[in-house]
Every structure is written in C-alpha cells, then in structure tokens.
C-alpha cells in the first residue's frame, strides 16, 4: 500500500505565501507523475499543478507564474511554493502521485492524499 501526507497549509493574507510538501511512503518502486489539485467548496477538483519524474511541469493558467512544483525524487517528495495568494486560491489542497509499486509490475496506479486546507484571506 501506498500513503501519502501533505503538510503546509494554513491560513495566510492575502499576497503571502505558503510550500505545501507531500511525501510518498510505502510499497514503492517508482513515482511517474506527481501532483497538486485543489477542491473549492461547490466546485469540482482541478488541477494545479504537475510534474513527471524527469522535471517538466504543467501549471493552471490562474496560478501560472506565482506557484512553482518540484520534487525530490529520492525522498519521494512534492512540493508547491505558492506565492502571491489570492482569496481565491483558497481550497483543499491534495496531492496526488502515479506510483508503480515494484519493478515487476507493468502497470502504475494513482493515489491521492488526506487534503491540506489552504485559506487565504485578510
């Protein structure tokens, strides 16, 4: 089985920032995609952010040049700098990663994190 937790979110005014981590634990034997989505209340989740194992990334148009993904593969890590907050970028926050458990299975699955509460606001 596969678990991961995010930590890092909390409340912050509005142009603050936060870095919401997210680490992979478990039956492991790579992590192909990692990512950030977020769930407003009323609204369907959305992705943020994403990366692949190699470093190219994938960002919303409402957070391009604010929020920056990385990741550190040896840790099984993610990361989300998010700079310049705006009310609206205030959601659940969860983490997601494309895991393929050992080196004999041919196929990955997705997992997702418990969600991190992000609130921006003054």
């Known amino acids: 089985q596969v678990r991961l937790v995010e930590s890092g979110g909390g409340l912050v005014q509005p142009g603050g920032s936060l870095r919401l981590s997210c680490a992979a634990s478990?039956?492991?034997?790579?992590?192909?995609?990692m990512g950030w989505y977020r769930q407003a209340p009323g609204n369907q989740r959305e992705l943020v952010a994403a990366?692949?194992?190699?470093?190219?990334?994938n960002y919303a148009d409402s957070v391009k040049g604010r929020f920056t993904i990385s990741r550190d593969n040896a840790k099984n890590t993610v990361y989300l700098q998010m700079n310049s907050l705006k009310p609206e970028d205030t959601a659940v926050y969860y983490c997601?990663?494309?895991?393929?458990?050992?080196?004999?299975?041919?196929?990955?699955?997705?997992?997702w994190g418990q969600g991190t509460q992000v609130t921006v606001s003054s």
């Open positions: 990366i692949t194992s190699g470093g190219r990334t």
């Open positions: 997601n990663a494309d895991v393929r458990p050992s080196i004999l299975s041919r196929t990955s699955r997705g997992y």
């Open positions: 478990g039956r492991i034997f790579s992590i192909n995609d």
